[in-house]
């Protein structure tokens, strides 16, 4: 069961194993949903419309898309990026976890509200989620600017880019889009968690042993969560991606018109004026086939590798109880 269950047989879940599950749980999840990441980004930060019936721009739609990324740049295009993304998932899922279930035991212990409530996942959902962006933040622009590169790469690896980077954008660089990002992630990962819990307890209301994850129900929960957080909080997301590439219009001139904004509130003006509402929800489409996918692995993975740590402390332990009986 995510978050901390009082009701659950053993021991509870330490910070370090929360951390080891989340960051497996990430890593799994990232290399599964690369290709759709990629594609989401490179809508995201188009300013052409996204549109078969428009087709100005570069990319029209999924499968144009992917066959022109394909051609123009080979297959391993949709893993640009993957190597900060990978430290991205690692590290974020570990951060988010442990805080999560760090975030759900202090509030059963120092309030009167059920940690298991949809409500508390809600708050401490978005707490966590906020505490992993920050730490995480320069991986996610590392990764951004990887995605978005055509051919030529701008940047030949990572060591490359971040050294490039401090030199000719400053250290700050690396947390471009943060406010649109802080903003967005705490009812996004918060609606994440609330709406999984409730999915949860519809599907299998919880029971006395609180152990019941890592099977085809967290995949179905996690995916209907994801889609609808996704669907709520997209604008944040994308103008996150636009912030990220400032100063770096250069590598985006071939795939089409760029364009440079002073901060959150100019990018959001920009895109209304020039791009319309619908501008606001560039690359949606990929953007939830992604959401349900990598929430539904996520708490999948999370799951499932809980129940292997628990597996293998019940063994650890039963066979220290084993041994001290035949000692004595």
């Not at 152990?211 to 669907?231: H, Q």
């Not at 509402?277 to 590798?305: H, I």
Request: aromatic share 12%; glycine share 10%.
């Amino acid at each position: 069961m995510v978050g901390y269950d009082p009701g659950a047989q053993g021991a509870p879940l330490s910070p370090e194993e929360a951390a080891l599950a989340g960051s497996a749980a990430g890593m799994v999840t990232r290399a599964l949903i690369s290709p759709l990441d990629v594609l989401k980004i490179r809508f995201q930060l188009q300013i052409e419309p996204v549109s078969s019936q428009r087709p100005e721009g570069k990319y029209w739609g999924l499968f144009q898309a992917s066959r022109r990324i394909h051609s123009e740049e080979g297959l391993s295009a949709f893993w640009k990026g993957h190597i900060p993304a990978q430290l991205l998932s690692i590290c974020f899922g570990a951060v988010q976890f442990a805080s999560f279930e760090f975030l759900t035991e202090v509030v059963h212990e120092t309030t009167p509200y059920d940690s298991q409530t949809a409500g508390v996942h809600f708050v401490c959902g978005g707490l966590a989620a906020c505490s992993a962006t920050v730490v995480c933040q320069p991986l996610d622009t590392l990764r951004t600017r990887f995605a978005a590169q055509g051919e030529p790469k701008v940047y030949s690896s990572l060591r490359q880019a971040v050294s490039t980077m401090c030199r000719s954008e400053g250290v700050l660089t690396f947390y471009r889009g943060l406010s649109p990002t802080l903003v967005a992630v705490f009812p996004y990962a918060g609606l994440q968690f609330f709406t999984y819990n409730i999915f949860r307890n519809l599907l299998a209301p919880p029971t006395t042993s609180g152990n019941s994850g890592g099977n085809l129900r967290s995949l179905v929960c996690g995916s209907g969560a994801g889609m609808i957080s996704k669907t709520m909080t997209y604008p944040f997301d994308l103008f996150k991606k636009r912030l990220q590439v400032g100063g770096f219009e250069a590598a985006r001139a071939h795939f089409g018109q760029v364009r440079y904004y002073r901060g959150l509130l100019d990018c959001a003006v920009q895109i209304a004026k020039e791009e319309g509402v619908r501008g606001f929800f560039k690359g949606l489409s990929p953007s939830l086939v992604k959401a349900a996918l990598s929430t539904g692995f996520t708490f999948f993975w999370y799951e499932f590798f809980l129940n292997a740590i628990r597996n293998v402390r019940e063994e650890r332990r039963a066979k220290g109880l084993t041994k001290d009986l035949g000692e004595r």
